[in-house]
């Protein structure tokens, strides 16, 4: 007992000592390093942090994780593997070498979720020495009368940390090589990194042959026949000893559970130790969600082929597809909350059978809603001539008619990207025929707030840059027209809790009809898994593509957790009647800066004290 009082003491001076210094404390990335000082009390104190972009525990923070992280070592002699609870939506940074995590390790689990609902929660598994050949075993998880939620609804996959070139930021003046976890994997060797010379290799097989490709240099060239696949199942894996691993566990939630508390215990096996527990519980809500209240769309470029050279260009990048891919993405879209991906697929009437066709009974097995379409294709321009204007306007009939044969409603054509004032002003005649034809108009306007005095009584929705703003939805609203929000920020942020928030929570209450953010998948450079073949572009990446379907991302996943958000908001002011409460409850919530899972839980609680429902 002395000896804990004096080890105390000893680390308090320590505390004291970095706290009078002022020096802020930054984690050691590089493995040879972290290990090199694993015996020193002082240092494995420097290392205990919590990169929260640079931000340092509190003196307090840093003794307590300590000392619980101390004692249940103490209490779990020659455990191997030390299990954290991890809140997946957080922007604090699990890397590989932070000496410790910023979490009390513990063996549970535990989720809120509703009925087909995708909802995730996460761990840290730490080594405390070399281990190889780690597994993790899921079960079905049962409640008291025997219902069941099976393993297959329970997917398990690891975070895997990379250098990206920014962060924070999807651009830059010079780029940088920066540690990111993004990458939700089931095979941990699809991805290799080099943390002493920063640099990232992927997987690939080419001409039947798998190796490894460098994607971190900027002269670099992706092989156009190169083969990428994930794993279908978790496949295992090793950590060093000190490392860090996160894992990220989603539970699709079957249609038809009664509601109640479903469990059981996850293990995490290897070769030559004792399994390790993890107790996954799960609540099932007694109520179903309501559909989004606000617009999920998303810019979206995939493309079928239909010439041989079109089908040569099919590879791993954002734009050609096979149809197998498309199907994949497109269901991944549709899980991850997008009702309406934009349609850049080409069509003309002199080519009945290209594969527009095709592209749109591929959206419609997939269970888009069809009261409007957004086209890419189409592209008004600003042309001012008679005989231009028929063309616009013949092009935009044909597109109706063939649209209307997959159920289309509304048809919707682009305007000219971000234009000035004095372009939008030039695209008037051009808008009023896309309305003489009977379709309406949808553009980016950037952050321009003079483009509601410009066009605001033409431009039927406009999608508005940064942070959503109440004054700008008011002023459109006022013109009976729509607004969307994009660049709040654009996808490939490796930040969950800023999807979550800006594109949940914060744009419903902002008074937004919803937004179309820029993009599921756009490459700069060559190729969209290096994120350093531009000077000044990361890439704009929710979902990585592979051969056959596609890699998600944390940030993928925290823009699904703020449509489901929102999804709790429509079902309060379903039982109600009304918005009053839901909007009195976000209000409050969000000018407390209260995070956004405090804030659901306010609404299912609200939920159900306003009108218990039927389990």
């Given at each position: ?386 005989t231009d204007l028929t063309t616009l306007k013949n092009k935009i009939k044909m597109w109706k008619t063939f649209t209307a044969k997959y159920g289309y409603r509304d048809v919707y054509v682009y305007g000219i990207d971000e234009a000035t004032d004095s ?193």
């Amino acid at each position: 007992m002395k000896k804990v009082i004096i080890i105390i003491i000893v680390l308090a001076i320590l505390f004291s000592f970095i706290l009078l210094s002022h020096n802020e404390i930054q984690q050691n990335i590089f493995p040879k390093v972290t290990m090199q000082n694993a015996d020193s009390i002082f240092s494995m104190i420097q290392n205990y942090v919590n990169q929260e972009y640079k931000k340092v525990l509190t003196n307090f923070e840093k003794l307590t994780y300590f000392l619980l992280n101390t004692v249940y070592i103490r209490n779990h002699p020659g455990q191997a593997l030390i299990l954290y609870p991890w809140n997946p939506s957080t922007s604090i940074k699990v890397l590989p070498y932070n000496f410790e995590v910023p979490a009390a390790p513990a063996n549970n689990l535990s989720i809120t979720a509703s009925r087909n609902q995708f909802e995730a929660a996460s761990f840290i598994i730490t080594a405390q020495k070399n281990v190889s050949g780690i597994g993790i075993d899921v079960p079905d998880l049962y409640d008291t009368k025997g219902n069941r939620i099976p393993a297959g609804a329970i997917n398990v996959r690891l975070v895997k940390v990379w250098y990206q070139a920014a962060e924070g930021t999807i651009w830059f003046d010079t780029p940088g090589k920066v540690l990111a976890p993004e990458l939700l994997l089931k095979d941990d060797a699809l991805v290799k990194v080099d943390y002493i010379n920063k640099t990232n290799y992927l997987k690939v097989t080419i001409n039947g042959t798998e190796q490894y490709i460098d994607i971190s240099n900027p002269a670099g060239t992706f092989p156009s026949n190169a083969q990428i696949h994930d794993a279908q199942s978790l496949q295992p894996f090793s950590l060093q000893a000190n490392e860090n691993k996160q894992i990220w566990v989603t539970v699709h939630v079957p249609d038809n559970l009664p509601a109640g508390e479903y469990s059981g215990e996850i293990s995490i096996t290897t070769p030559s130790e004792a399994p390790v527990m993890m107790n996954l519980q799960v609540t099932v809500l007694p109520f179903d969600l309501e559909p989004a209240p606000i617009e999920y769309s998303i810019f979206y470029f995939g493309l079928l082929p239909y010439s041989t050279s079109e089908k040569l260009k099919v590879g791993i990048d954002g734009i050609w597809k096979s149809p197998e891919k498309y199907a994949a993405e497109l269901q991944n879209m549709k899980d991850h909350g997008i009702a309406y991906p934009t349609f850049y697929q080409g069509y003309s009437s002199e080519v009945p059978d290209g594969p527009a066709n095709l592209a749109l009974t591929l959206r419609s097995q997939t269970g888009f809603p069809t009261d409007k379409i957004y086209l890419g294709d189409v592209v008004t321009g600003n042309p001012t001539t008679a005989t231009d204007l028929t063309t616009l306007k013949n092009k935009i009939k044909m597109w109706k008619t063939f649209t209307a044969k997959y159920g289309y409603r509304d048809v919707y054509v682009y305007g000219i990207d971000e234009a000035t004032d004095s372009v939008l002003q030039s695209e008037r005649p051009a808008w009023q025929a896309v309305h003489d034809s009977g379709a309406k108009v949808y553009v980016a306007v950037s952050n321009n707030y003079n483009a509601v005095t410009v066009v605001g009584d033409i431009l039927d929705t406009a999608i508005f840059a940064d942070t959503p703003n109440t004054t700008q939805a008011a002023a459109w609203h006022g013109n009976g027209k729509r607004i969307l929000s994009y660049a709040s920020p654009e996808s490939g942020t490796d930040n969950p809790v800023i999807y979550r928030q800006n594109y949940g929570f914060s744009l419903w209450n902002a008074g937004y009809d919803g937004e179309m953010i820029y993009a599921y998948q756009s490459g700069f450079g060559q190729s969209i898994w290096n994120d350093f073949d531009d000077p000044h572009w990361c890439d704009h990446v929710f979902a990585y593509p592979t051969s056959d379907s596609v890699i998600d991302t944390i940030q993928w996943e925290g823009f699904r957790e703020g449509v489901d958000d929102t999804r709790y908001v429509a079902s309060l002011i379903k039982h109600e009647g009304n918005d009053t409460t839901a909007r009195a409850i976000v209000t409050d919530s969000l000018s407390r800066k209260e995070n956004m899972a405090t804030l659901r839980e306010k609404i299912i609680n609200q939920i159900l004290i306003s009108q218990p429902p039927k389990p």
